[in-house]
């Protein structure tokens, strides 16, 4: 297990059009968050999931944002009729149960510009 | 909500040491962190402390913790020029399972 991945690493689009994000964690991490993180800026929380169960989402997320965990391993976040203030970059992380000495570790990201 | 803060920029030349500052509101914090970001890339973390204790030091690494005045600083020992990145404070509230990060500092290492 190389790290958390995410892919694409880039997504040029269309304002207007929808796209999808994956993260794939470690794979004995059973919680897995998005963050966003717009340039000059740290990230901020989108969502977090514990195994398939979405615990929270932060009121960032607006409705054309969704994030599933299917099978509690992968993740993807839509972004439904994009628009340009969504362009940044999407974090995803991992973390394992609680009382690990493991701490959130980040993928690449995906970095999302919408024309 | 939370609030972190750092200085922006830092330019240090190559050898010195670095330090880079950090404050923090939420007193119940447990842990703190600092993440590397270099550009195009994701965060790595580089170094973490339970808001228990007051530093922790990891190699070329030290974290100071002023649980006090909520302030935090990494100190980078003999900064070299693959050092240069922008870097993260982040704080871990009660709810473990959010960070809220500084908008990072840009560390410039010059020959």
């Known amino acids: 297990d190389t790290g958390v991945s995410q892919n694409p690493r880039h997504k040029i689009t269309k304002r207007g059009q929808n796209v999808t994000f994956r993260c794939d964690p470690i794979?004995?991490?059973?919680?897995l968050y998005w963050y966003r993180q717009t340039l000059g800026q740290g990230p901020e929380f989108l969502t977090y999931?514990?195994?398939?169960?979405?615990?929270?989402k932060s009121r960032l997320l607006s409705d054309r944002f969704s994030a599933e965990r299917p099978k509690g391993s992968f993740s993807t976040l839509e972004i439904q009729r994009t628009e340009q203030g969504d362009s940044a970059m999407y974090l995803c992380?991992?973390?394992?149960?609680?009382?690990?000495?493991?701490?959130?570790?980040f993928g690449s990201g995906t970095q999302l510009s919408v024309l | 909500g939370e609030d972190v803060e750092q200085s922006l920029f830092l330019s240090v030349r190559e050898g010195d040491s670095s330090v880079i500052n950090c404050t923090y509101t939420?007193?119940?914090?447990?842990?703190l962190y600092w993440y590397k970001q270099e550009p195009g890339a994701g965060l790595q973390l580089l170094t973490y402390?339970?808001?228990?204790?007051d530093m922790k030091q990891d190699q070329r690494l030290t974290v100071l913790l002023n649980k006090k005045d909520k302030h935090l600083s990494l100190r980078i020992a003999d900064t070299q020029t693959g050092d240069s990145a922008i870097y993260f404070c982040?704080?871990?509230?009660?709810?473990?399972?959010?960070?809220?990060f500084g908008a990072g500092t840009t560390v410039t290492v010059r020959a």
């Open positions: 992380a991992s973390s394992p149960p609680q009382g690990s000495n493991e701490k959130l570790l």
């Open positions: 794979s004995e991490h059973n919680r």
């Open positions: 999931f514990q195994n398939e169960a979405q615990l929270e």
């Open positions: 939420d007193s119940s914090s447990t842990y």
């Open positions: 402390i339970f808001s228990n204790m």
């Open positions: 982040a704080e871990e509230g009660l709810n473990d399972y959010k960070l809220s």
